[in-house]
């Protein structure tokens, strides 16, 4: 999880195959109405989101048991209890970095509809996660070989407590 720019994409395709699980990228489940107020530099809102995040979650319940990892923004709390509804148990991954990093990633990055205009807004939304969540945050400045090294450490670790 994480805002734009973050590197969800990147470390957990990464993470995907270190684990040996399929890797769903969130953002190719939004409906076209979706990418196209994103591509307008148009915020979504809550309702927006609801049905990507319903259609998330089926995605996890239909990998229940199978385990999966799943790229999604996940930017409020309740946005990650829907996700929940389809998979109780998910652990998180939260990428974080400061605005600046994420504005250059950005910047840098061609063919994703997403708009560097839409960054503050993302920021601003951004519920980090809460300690009853099961999550992990890492810094993005760190490669994503050694983001995906830790995520596995941490996930082992909390898997085996």
Known sequence: MG?????????????????????????????????????AGI?????????WLHTLAGQLRQHAGRGVVLSCSA???????????????????HLSGSPEVLARRMAGRSGHYMPPSLLTSQLATLE????????????????PEALVSDALAWLGAARAA
């Open 75 to 93: 930017l409020r709390r309740h946005y990650r209890d829907t996700l929940r509804s389809g998979a109780p148990d998910m652990a998180l991954i």
């Open 43 to 51: 915020a979504l809102t809550d309702a927006d989101r609801e049905g």
């Open 128 to 143: 980090p996660p809460q300690p009853d969540e099961d999550a992990l945050t890492l810094d993005i400045t760190r490669s």
């Open 3 to 39: 805002v734009s720019g973050s590197g969800k994409s990147t470390v957990g395709a990464l993470l995907a195959r270190a684990l040996q699980v399929p890797f769903l990228e969130g953002d190719s489940f939004h409906p076209p109405a979706n990418v196209a107020r994103m591509a």
